[in-house]
Nanobody, 128 residues
Framework: QVQLVESGGGSVQAGGSLRLSCAAS????????IGWFRQAPGKEREFVAV????????HYADSVKGRFTISRDNVKNTVTLRTDSLKPEDTAAYYC?????????????????????WGQGTQLTVSS
């Protein structure tokens, strides 16, 4: 079992950047693909990005492609989501989640229901 803790959220103006972090403990971190999801008030939780267990493959939602970058450090047991060129519609609570999957075919692993472990979330607010 793995525990996840997000940090780095905050308030930023449109066009700005923010780095979100996800720290893991309690399990073999390098056996888990790690995804980021977000949920805005009144909306369903949606996929943002995912990185494979070895860090070699990444996949993004179309809405963030080219603006967000996901990466991981399997020594420090952390995953980072770099968010650039932020827009007001990026405002949401951001969650990291772990999926017990070591393969490279992560493009289909975008459903929140697939992920077994979740952090508590961190709020990102973008003002216009």
């Amino acid at each position: 079992q793995v525990q996840l803790v997000e940090s780095g959220g905050g308030s930023v103006q449109a066009g700005g950047s923010l780095r979100l972090s996800c720290a893991a403990s309690g399990g073999r971190f390098n056996r888990y693909a790690i995804g980021w999801f977000r949920q805005a008030p009144g909306k369903e939780r949606e996929f943002v990005a995912v990185v494979s267990a070895d860090g070699g493959v990444t996949h993004y939602a179309d809405s963030v492609k080219g603006r967000f970058t996901i990466s991981r450090d399997n020594v420090k047991n952390t995953v980072t989501l770099r968010t650039d060129s932020l827009k007001p519609e990026d405002t949401a609570a951001y969650y990291c989640a772990a999926l017990d999957f070591t393969g490279s075919m992560i493009q289909s692993r975008t459903g929140a229901y697939l992920y077994e472990y979740w952090g508590q979330g961190t709020q990102l607010t973008v003002s216009s």
